[in-house]
């Protein structure tokens, strides 16, 4: 059983940086496609980014196109995700999972701690 550990969440004013890392254990996630969801207060889990095994391919959210990068590290079992020009609609708790390459669903039902991104204006 695989387990999920997100990090690199914090407060940062509108404009600013950060970036998440996602940690597995338990399970090699080098042969999946993974990726990044986002939860609102108030709103459901939503899709963020997804990379496929490889590193080769990766897709976004429209609203975070061109603003973050999903890249990975299969030796380190990790995943990253690097958000720039941060808004503050990017506040959200953030989870990794693995991620269904086409639909974009999360592929695994248990989920980690996440992190908490929180952007201020």
């Known amino acids: 059983q695989v387990q999920l550990g997100e990090s690199g969440g914090g407060l940062v004013q509108a404009g600013g940086s950060l970036r998440l890392s996602c940690a597995a254990s338990g399970r090699t996630i080098s042969s999946y496609s993974m990726g990044w969801f986002r939860q609102a207060p108030g709103k459901e889990r939503a899709f963020v980014a997804v990379i496929s095994s490889s590193g080769s391919r990766s897709y976004y959210a429209d609203s975070v196109k061109g603003r973050f990068t999903i890249s990975r590290d299969n030796a380190k079992n990790a995943v990253y995700l690097q958000m720039n020009s941060l808004k503050p609609e990017d506040t959200a708790v953030y989870y990794c999972?693995?991620?269904?390459?086409?639909?974009?669903?999360?592929?695994?039902?248990?989920w980690g701690q996440g992190t908490q991104v929180t952007v201020t204006s």
């Open positions: 999972n693995r991620v269904e390459l086409v639909s974009k669903r999360p592929m695994w039902n248990d």
